[in-house]
C-alpha cells in the first residue's frame, strides 16, 4: 500500500520560511517522479515543483527562485524549501508521485497560510 505523508506546513509570516517534507512508503522510490501541487480557496490545483528520478526539475514561474525542490532516496523522502514567501503562497500543499506506469499517488495535503 502505497502512502505519502506531508509535513512541515503551518502559519509564516511574508518574507519567511518552511520547508515541506513528503515521506513514501509502500513502492520503489528512486523510479518515481515527484512533485508538489497546491490548491488555494476557490482556485484549481497547480502544479508547484517536481523532480524526476534523475533530480532534473521544474517550477511554476510564480515560484522559481524562491522554492527548492529536492529528494532523498536515501530516506524516501521528497522536499519543498519554500524562502520569500508571500501571501499568494497560501494554498493546501499536496505531495505526488508518479508511478512508472503514470499513476499518481497523492498524499493529504498540508496547509501553508502566509500573513501579511
Known amino acids: 500500500q502505497v502512502q505519502l505523508v506531508e509535513s512541515g506546513g503551518g502559519l509564516v509570516q511574508a518574507g519567511g520560511s518552511l520547508r515541506l517534507s513528503c515521506a513514501a512508503s509502500?513502492?520503489?522510490?528512486?523510479?518515481?517522479?515527484m512533485g508538489w501541487y497546491r490548491q488555494a480557496p476557490g482556485k484549481q490545483r497547480e502544479l508547484v515543483a517536481a523532480?524526476?528520478?534523475?533530480?532534473?526539475?521544474n517550477y511554476a514561474d510564480s515560484v522559481k527562485g524562491r522554492f527548492t525542490i529536492s529528494r532523498d532516496n536515501a530516506k524516501n523522502t521528497v522536499y519543498l524549501q519554500m524562502n520569500s514567501l508571500k501571501p499568494e503562497d497560501t494554498a493546501v500543499y499536496y505531495c505526488?508521485?508518479?508511478?512508472?506506469?503514470?499513476?499518481?499517488?497523492w498524499g493529504q495535503g498540508t496547509q501553508v497560510t502566509v500573513s501579511s
Open positions: 509502500g513502492m520503489i522510490f528512486s523510479i518515481n517522479l
Open positions: 523532480i524526476s528520478s534523475g533530480g532534473s526539475t
Open positions: 505526488v508521485m508518479r508511478s512508472p506506469s503514470g499513476y499518481d499517488y
